[in-house]
């Protein structure tokens, strides 16, 4: 049988690795980490530094082709796969992912708006700095994901003291907008092409960290969804994409829409997908890199996602409460007992404050009974209403 490689060992590499074996792959996971997420279920576990010769030449002699699950993998180690086997996304549309200057001449060179921003490189793009970008949000260029890397400053002298605590890496510096909401959009590419569209999801964040998405119907206005999915496909095209990718937007209060960032692989807030649509956001990942026929995702029912993080594995007293395999610490029966709860637990072997350990699947009848499961889910975890 082929065999489908990942780099990445996270738990978007696990979900990519689930949905390959059901479609009878045999999986392969790069991952330094012996027990990642991912190269634990996988067939196959490289594990070696992204960037080491020999691992990435274990890996394409393993595949018949080879995906990413995680932005930031250097895109010199994607070309170097490359050269033996097909690679998607290729290193240059991951290479324009990974830093957000990049992306910004992206969305510029299309004509799909993004914040006002300026790129922080030196003392003096400090001092040029136009007043009109303040207050704004600092952020490094390269590296950051749920929010780190990012710092809301509201002055000269904050943003002098915040680019000095970010070790005066190039930055960008955004104007802080007004935001009604936030959303995203996940396309699939082929490489001959074709292209489908997940609906709009929309985010809730909480400490720059995806909290809930929700998806149905008339979740926002159907003008501002058909900007979205217009502007994500544009991204795509533009990009000569192939494989998965997600578009993030904010929703202005005036009713604009503003492109925020891509991710070059499924997303976060695309897991409802997974118990909510006839085909998840991992299956077409798989097609994209198999070659196999792309069709339109339909989502079947509506759903709200509620990320599970780290800190729901803490007692009132702070105590980290052991976390084996998939510990079940939280009150997971108490959750299951409500219909149409739907759960997913990454393997993680340790909880972290704020670190992701898994998702639930909420998926219902009509939206309103969806977000009344979800609002009763939350109030037993502890999670804040929404
Ligand atoms: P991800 O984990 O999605 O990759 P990230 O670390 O790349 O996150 P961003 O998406 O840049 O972070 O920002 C995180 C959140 O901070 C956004 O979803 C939004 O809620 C808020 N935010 C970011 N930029 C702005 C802005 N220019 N104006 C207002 N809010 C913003
Ligand atoms: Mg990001
Ligand atoms: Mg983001």
Not at 109 to 121: D, L, M
Not at 232 to 259: H, I, K, N, S
Not at 359 to 379: I, S
Request: glycine residues 8%.
């Amino acid at each position: 049988g082929a065999t489908l490689g990942v780099m990445g060992g996270g738990q978007l590499g696990r979900m990519f690795v689930h949905a390959a074996q059901s479609m009878g792959y045999f999986t392969a996971v790069l991952d330094p980490d012996a027990s990642s997420p991912a190269g634990r279920v996988s067939h196959h576990h490289v594990q070696t530094d992204y960037l080491d010769a020999q691992g990435l030449a274990e890996l394409a002699r393993l595949c018949d082709a080879v995906t990413t699950e995680f932005e930031n993998v250097p895109a010199p180690a994607l070309a170097q796969l490359a050269a033996q086997r097909p690679v998607a996304p290729a290193a240059e549309a991951v290479a324009i992912a990974q830093d957000r200057s990049a992306e910004k001449a992206h969305f510029t060179r299309i004509g799909v708006p993004c914040a006002p921003y300026a790129e922080i490189t030196d003392q003096a793009s400090l001092e040029r700095v136009g007043a009109q970008l303040l207050p704004g949000i600092l952020k490094t260029a390269r590296m950051g994901y749920d929010g780190k890397g990012q710092a809301r400053v509201r002055t000269r002298e904050e943003l002098a003291a915040a680019w000095a605590r970010l070790q005066r890496v190039p930055c960008v510096l955004e104007q802080m907008l007004p935001l009604a909401d936030e959303c995203s959009v996940i396309v699939a590419r082929g490489r001959d092409g074709a292209m489908v569209n997940f609906p709009v999801q929309h985010n809730l964040h909480r400490d720059g960290i995806l909290a809930v998405t929700t998806v149905h119907e008339g979740v926002l206005p159907a003008a501002i969804c058909e900007k979205a999915v217009a502007a994500a496909r544009a991204v795509a095209e533009g990009l000569a994409y192939v494989g998965v990718l997600c578009v993030e937007f904010f929703v202005l209060q005036d009713g604009r829409l503003v492109v925020n960032e891509i991710a070059p692989r499924p997303h976060n807030s695309g897991h409802y997908s997974i118990d909510a649509c006839d085909v998840s956001q991992f299956d077409l990942q798989v097609r994209t890199l198999a070659g196999l026929p792309l069709v339109a995702p339909r989502l079947h029912s509506p759903s709200v996602m509620l990320n599970l993080l780290g800190d729901l594995w803490f007692d009132a007293n702070g105590q980290r409460a052991q976390v084996s395999a998939e510990a079940v610490t939280p009150p997971w029966d108490a959750v299951l007992a409500l219909p149409g709860v739907h759960l997913h637990l990454y393997g993680k072997l340790k909880a972290a404050r704020a670190r992701k350990m898994g998702h639930l699947n909420v998926t219902g009848a009509t939206p309103e009974a969806v977000r009344a499961t979800a609002l009763r889910v939350a109030a037993i975890l502890g999670i804040a209403p929404f």
